[in-house]
């Protein structure tokens, strides 16, 4: 039997009490959960993974294939997370058609250079809205347009027609709430928005393109002790220089010789410190070439030396060698003085190339040999593998990065090796051997009988006594 205290059994006692003290830790564990008072909904976690149901994973999913491709060579995609998982986010989609067939084929290679990286990202985030915006939410046709920051912190206008077409600046809005998910929303557009920023960008470069195509007139007449020009004409802004490169080399280890002024003296038509330094943050950000980098910046003085050549017209086309090709360097070969500026200068070619053009040049002539700023060696050319090859045998290099940086002024081409100029043997040449023609030798009997009519004065009457 159960034994009870006032009436009440003790299994009910205890029942009670395991019940109240249960719902007391139940509800001190609730009270302790770390609470959302925003009520927002998290669409990545702390650690910065997207949610399965985000809007970018449902872009890189979307049929948008053309866009969610852009969107990943910008290196985009850790900039539009930070923007999800602040706020909600509207994409305007353009169609695939209108990124792989109606773009300008020059404008898209403009936008997938690496040198151009931060305008295809600036063109991309001209698409995007730091808001939710529906459908719905579009401007009445009697109140006009209406203006939204995009995250490129430009802006767009939303507008609608009385005929009910919507449009998102000059584009058509033909798929609207085209994907919808808990942190935006993804709407069709009919074209690509492209900001005015980049179109400015688009269009200086292809003028610099434009000035680069001129050629020089004339055959100017140099003053050999000097390097200067003897009778100098003014130079219209934005012609090539009329000396040559090397004779605007600064002096220094190299065999250049003084340096001449370029078209306009010290006006400098060009901006080339900009370029030069672009460019080098081109190959940091390309990956693989920080040796380089590092040579033209810090061990020598040779970017600053690029910098003004560009600026007074001229240009060059800089093959790099790759980390792993410079990591082969020994210490004698860098340790002589000049020794980086030499190399160097053997990988700049005075020319304007592409990899096109020198692919070209190799298929159709064979072998080419183009000058370089270390005179006067040049470097060979030849066709190899469908690709292009320069040097000589062992110390041959590959053209393995194409195009890293082209600008109509600057062209830079990433090589597998570090070139040198063939090796020079100098043959010494023996002094050929002169053949004397020896005296037929008289005999023994015959010396001592001449000898003999010597003494007597009879000699001379025999000729062979002579």
Known sequence: MDSSIYGVSSSKIFFFFFFFFFFFFVSFAIAALPQNPSGKSFSSSASGQINSNSVLVALLDSHYTELAELVE?????????????????????????????????????????????????????????????????????????????????????????????????????IRPDDVIRPDGVIHGIQQLLIPRSVIEDFNKRR?????????????????????RLKNSAPVPVGAPPILPINDAMAPGPSPAPAPAPGPGGPHHHFDGESQVKDFIQTLLHYG??????????????????????????????????????????????????GA?????????????????????????FGKVRYDTLRLPHKVLAQEADGSVIFGHGEGSAYLFDPDIYTDGRISVQGIDGVLFPEEETETIKKPAAVKVASKPRRGKLLEVGCWMLGTLGQDSHFRSCQ
């Open 73 to 173: 060579k910008a290196l985009l995609l850790q900039t539009l997370e930070e923007a999800v998982g602040n706020h909600n986010i509207t994409i305007f989609a353009p169609r695939n058609e209108a990124l792989e067939r109606q773009l300008d084929p020059e404008f898209k290679r403009f936008l997938l250079e690496p040198g151009n990286l931060k305008s295809l990202q600036t063109l991309l985030m001209f698409h995007i809205i730091p808001k939710r915006v529906g459908s719905h939410q579009w401007p009445d046709p009697k109140t006009g347009p209406v203006k939204h920051n995009t995250l490129c912190n430009d802006h767009l206008h939303l507008t609608s027609k009385p005929t009910g077409k919507k449009t998102v600046d000059s584009a058509e809005l």
């Open 207 to 227: 003028n610099l393109r434009s000035i680069s195509a001129v050629l020089p007139e004339g055959a100017p007449e140099v003053d050999p002790r000097t390097h």
């Open 288 to 337: 693989g070439y920080n040796e380089m980098a590092d040579i033209l910046v810090n061990l020598t003085s040779l970017a600053t030396e690029m910098g003004r050549l560009v600026s007074e017209g001229y240009v060059i086309t800089v093959m790099a060698p790759n980390d792993e090709a410079m990591a082969k360097l020994t210490t004698d070969q860098l340790s002589e003085p």
């Open 340 to 364: 980086p500026e030499q190399i160097i200068y053997y990988h700049i070619i005075p020319e304007y190339q592409t990899e096109e053009s020198m692919y070209n040049a190799v298929r159709r």
